[in-house]
């Protein structure tokens, strides 16, 4: 059958926005990095290579040890400058925001140990302090 214009708009929405799943409220991006809001912010929209100041707290695992935390880490978006998982899993937060994103390996530190053991799935709990 003949697939309708809104299919494709549909399929295209999915990979730029992500799609949500409704009873969790996490939205999966590219590379099967994930998201959920735990605040949306007020202030500005994150916008593509934008220098952005943030405060972050790393756990291995949803209830894993702390691995790595910063009161003000500051980096530009979509410059490589950092894992892949937050270039993706960043765009379209606003500051004042607070993000848990969740990266697989593949959008993280791939097979490395960082200190969660090999592959490890990265849990971030990230505030948008300036964009």
């Not at 993000?99 to 791939?110: D, F, T």
Request: net charge positive; with cysteine; proline share 2%.
């Amino acid at each position: 059958g003949k697939k309708s214009p809104e299919t494709d708009m549909g399929v295209f929405h999915k990979v730029f926005n992500g799609s949500t799943d409704d009873a969790t409220g996490t939205t999966t991006l590219r590379l099967g990095v994930q998201y959920k809001d735990v605040v949306v912010g007020t202030g500005a929209v994150v916008q593509d290579r934008a220098l952005v100041t943030v405060k972050y707290k790393l756990t291995a695992g949803k209830f894993g040890n702390g691995l790595d935390s910063s009161k003000k880490f500051t980096f530009r978006l979509s410059k490589g400058e950092v894992i892949q998982g937050w270039d993706i899993g960043m765009v379209g937060m606003q500051q004042g925001g607070r993000r848990r994103l969740i990266v697989p390996p593949k959008a993280g530190y791939g097979s490395q140990d960082i200190g969660a053991g090999a592959g490890a799935v990265l849990h971030f709990d990230i505030t948008l302090l300036s964009c």
